[in-house]
Nanobody, 120 residues
Framework: QVQLVESGGGLVQAGGSLRLSCAASGSIVSINVMGWYRQAPGKQREPVATITSSGTTGYADSVKGRFTISRDNAKNTVYLQMNNLKPDDTAVYYC??????????????WGQGTQVTVSS
């Protein structure tokens, strides 16, 4: 079983910045894709940013130019640098990881979520 723990959420004013972290632990063989998703009140969970083991990134149009995803493969950790935050960014942010666990099983794990609140 692979567990993910997010940290770094909080309250920030519009235009401010936050950096989210997510560390994976457990019987990990490899992690293929890590990503950040968010769920605002009354809305479905949506992808925000993803990154592959080779460093290929993808972003939702709403965050392009403002958010940057990165990962440290040695630490099994993914980060999300969020700049120029807007009130519409307010949501619970969830970390996701897909890969292979010991001895040879695929996994798709989610973190517990971290609250990001952006005030006007």
């Amino acid at each position: 079983q692979v567990q993910l723990v997010e940290s770094g959420g909080g309250l920030v004013q519009a235009g401010g910045s936050l950096r989210l972290s997510c560390a994976a632990s457990g019987s990990i063989v490899s992690i293929n894709v890590m990503g950040w998703y968010r769920q605002a009140p009354g809305k479905q969970r949506e992808p925000v940013a993803t990154i592959t083991s080779s460093g290929t990134t993808g972003y939702a149009d709403s965050v392009k130019g403002r958010f940057t995803i990165s990962r440290d493969n040695a630490k099994n950790t993914v980060y999300l640098q969020m700049n120029n935050l807007k009130p519409d960014d307010t949501a619970v942010y969830y970390c996701n990881a897909e890969g292979t666990s010991w001895p040879w099983k695929t996994f798709n794990s989610w973190g517990q979520g971290t609250q990001v609140t952006v005030s006007s």
